[in-house]
């Protein structure tokens, strides 16, 4: 215990020092928003693979999806790696850095109001993502929070809330972008090497690849097969989820505007797709061996006491079982360093999304730049705050949670965006209403009782079919 302390107080100083450093590199907005736009290659990698992967994937969908699916969860990295990456930086990274560049623009809203001349769209954009990133944002404390009281006894899940909002305040709001691509690099490297360090042990505490595999098909057949027991549209549903939304994800799409140049995007691409496939595919497999190491007798903090999974809380209670004592503080440093890159990401473009786009974008055309960069701290402090509160009350499970939040973003601007990048007859019309449509199918159906994942699929076909039909229509009359 005294040793994981030593480390994590470690941790934290490294945190501090680099929020410093960054603090000190910050001279302008543009500096504290997108790192002046001249990051590297590597640091864009690793900055959109550790913010595409958080607590989120290893606490919750490896956890729910794992035991349900089984093997066949792994699909869902496979697909997040080859498409949510490779995908978004082959067809989409260039080109939204050269849009950036032609438009004059930094974010989302910015790129919908010049492209379209929609100034509705403009204003609707940065309510959709800070309402809906609150609740991303919330889901990785919840699942961060699950993994510290299980390996830190005498932790309670509101100390590990707050340890994890402070410390993303701190160096989030002390050096903004430049900070978090300089940490990322460093929170990617601890992942990669954790994850390793997790499935070698993973196989061992197992007994061999095969006695898992043979103990899986023992419990349940199906779950060792190419599609698990809950069939192929819940399968189909997350994989497009999570695999789809990133083409409209905004904070993702900000990697690209700061980027350095076509050269960084080739390496970054190659770079971001192993590290997604390493990492997305570990969880994954990882999740489904939770039925061979848990049960409600050994593990009931895990369990319901009618002998239900709680499905947040079956990952952190597995890596109890497979991890060393010696070595579960390097896993531990894995899942923090991908959930604080998370956060950060979350949290510029959220607080972006109220003070560039809507403050100085709408209400206050004239606002000065160190004025600009002092609210985006204020309001990306508040965002942290209230994701805090969110977490503490804990409304559902990290999956429904998330999607509902990467649904309804993707729902509402996937659309507007591919169409916006790809199509020069896409109009004004066709954006607004594929983005009003596509997010009101998608809160509908999730209100009505479909699952998220679905529920958010769903949504996003209704934006991308929407859109050319309307422009095509509108274009005629």
Same mark, same amino acid.
């Given at each position: &215990? ?40 590597? &640091?864009?990698?690793? #900055? ?115 340890? &994890? ?73 997350? @994989? ?31 770079? #971001? ?32 006491? =009618? ?20 070595? #579960? ?9 991908? #959930? ?21 974008? @709408?209400?206050?055309? =004239? ?8 609210? &985006? ?101």
């Amino acid at each position: &215990m005294i040793v994981k302390i030593i480390v994590l107080s470690l941790y934290a100083l490294m945190i501090i020092i680099v929020g410093y450093v960054g603090m000190k590199k910050t001279k302008s907005f543009s500096d504290f928003f997108l790192g002046g736009g001249n990051i590297g290659p590597w &640091m864009s990698a690793f #900055s959109y693979g550790t913010a595409y992967f958080s607590a989120v994937v290893f606490i919750g969908f490896a956890g729910k999806v794992g035991w349900g699916f089984g093997y066949s969860a792994m699909w869902i990295g496979v697909f997040n790696a080859f498409v949510g990456v490779l995908g978004v930086w082959a067809l989409m990274g260039w080109r939204i850095k050269k849009v950036s560049v032609e438009y004059g623009i930094h974010t989302m809203s910015e790129f919908f109001e010049k492209r379209y001349n929609s100034p509705l769209l403009k204003i609707l954009t940065p309510f959709i993502i800070f309402i809906f990133m609150l609740p991303y944002s919330a889901a990785v404390f919840i699942g961060l929070s699950y993994l510290f009281t299980s390996s830190l006894p005498g932790i309670e899940y509101w100390h590990a809330v707050v340890f &994890m909002g402070v410390f993303t305040t701190i160096y989030l709001v002390m050096g903004g972008y430049k900070s978090m691509a300089m940490i990322d690099t460093i929170f990617g490297m601890i992942m990669t090497v954790g994850v390793i360090v997790l499935v070698i042990y993973t196989i061992h505490a197992g007994d061999g690849f095969g006695n898992i595999t043979s103990t899986l098909y023992n419990i349940e057949p199906r779950l060792t097969k190419v599609i698990g027991p809950p069939g192929w549209w819940p399968l189909f549903s997350l @994989v497009i989820l999570t695999s789809v939304a990133p083409f409209a994800m905004p904070q993702l799409i900000q990697k690209f505007y700061a980027i350095r140049d076509r050269k960084s995007v080739r390496i970054g691409m190659v770079a #971001s797709t192993f590290f997604a496939l390493l990492i997305g595919v570990i969880a994954y497999f990882m999740g489904s061996t939770t039925r061979v190491f848990l049960n409600p007798d050994d593990t009931p903090a895990a369990f319901t006491e =009618n002998g239900a999974p709680v499905f947040d809380a079956l990952m952190p209670e597995m890596l109890t079982k497979v991890i060393p004592e010696s070595l #579960s503080i390097v896993i531990l440093l894995l899942i923090l360093s991908a #959930s604080m890159s998370t956060l950060a990401a979350l949290v510029l473009i959220s607080s972006s999304s109220v003070i560039k786009d809507f403050y100085a974008g @709408v209400i206050n055309k =004239n606002t000065s730049d160190s004025r600009l960069t002092l609210l &985006m701290r204020w309001t990306s402090a508040i965002f942290i705050l209230l994701s805090m509160v969110i977490a503490l009350l804990k409304p559902d499970t990290i999956v429904a949670i998330l999607g509902i939040s990467w649904g309804a973003i993707g729902a509402a601007f996937l659309g507007p965006f591919i169409w916006g990048l790809f199509w020069k007859k896409a109009n004004k019309y066709g954006a607004l209403f594929s983005s009003i449509a596509g997010l009101l199918t998608c809160l509908v159906l999730y209100f009505t009782g479909m699952p998220s994942p679905q529920a958010g699929t769903i949504g996003m076909g209704v934006s991308l079919v929407v859109n050319p039909i309307v422009s095509l229509i509108s274009a005629r009359s």
